[in-house]
């Protein structure tokens, strides 16, 4: 156990080091780590998913590394659960009594116009944000749940966008498991390549609420 919780908090420091295109060794040293844990190595990846609330860690990058151990079915599966649990966590957290010490550092006008605008378009805002990078799924998450996001849509939205995510990444990595520095490269390259053409819905949509 104690093995384990060292070789995740490893891992989490390398991947959240890494602000741009993994070397070969880094690759490498990521999939490697999760194959040595033989059975559990499902359980690092879910982890790891999980820590990416609190560290900048590419989620992405590790669902590619479960798509290169299980395939895209399983490694699909897995991280399906991994996302959806992790934003669930996350929009809990902000449900607790780390609500009111957010609260404390919000304009109650800048919250009551976020309340406002996940009460009309958070559901499409968490599904189209939950590929990207630089962390903004999480803060997507955490901030559905200090807008109190009604949990049946917000679970919905969490849902609808991360099970494309899930298993396309996962299928990144299956694709590419025998170049394990090619698919998580692709992991980190393609979510900023998408950032433009996923935004562009969210910033339209906004620009038309204003003018309602």
């Known amino acids: 156990m104690r093995s384990g919780l060292i070789a995740i908090g490893a891992l989490a420091a390398v991947l959240s080091s890494c602000a741009s295109v993994p070397t070969a060794q880094e690759a490498n040293d990521a999939v490697l780590t999760l194959r040595n844990h033989g059975n559990w190595a499902w359980a690092v990846g879910i982890a790891l998913i999980w820590i990416d609330l609190l560290l900048p860690i590419p989620q992405t990058a590790v669902v590619a590394a479960l798509g290169i151990i299980y395939g895209t079915w399983l490694g ?4 399906t ?4 649990t992790g934003g669930l966590l996350g929009y809990g ?3 607790t009594s780390a609500r009111r010490l957010a609260q404390r550092l919000i304009r109650p006008q800048s919250l009551r116009k976020m309340e406002s605008l996940f009460e009309r378009g958070g559901a499409w805002a968490i599904v189209l944000t939950r590929s990207l990078p630089f962390s903004v799924p999480e803060a997507m998450v955490l901030l559905a ?3 109190g996001m009604p949990i049946k849509k917000y679970t919905a939205a969490l849902t609808l966008g991360s099970v494309p995510t899930a298993f396309v990444f996962a299928a990144v990595g299956d694709g590419w498991a025998d170049q394990p520095v090619l698919a998580l490269a692709m992991s980190y390259l393609l979510p900023i390549l998408l ?4 935004l562009l819905p969210i910033v ?3 620009i038309r609420l204003r003018a309602v």
Do not use: D, K, Q, V
Request: hydrophobic share 70%.
């Open 76 to 79: 699909g599966l897995l991280s």
């Open 81 to 84: 659960f991994a996302l959806i």
């Open 93 to 95: 957290l902000m449900r």
């Open 145 to 147: 749940g200090l807008a």
């Open 195 to 198: 950032l433009p053409i996923l």
């Open 204 to 206: 339209l949509y906004l």
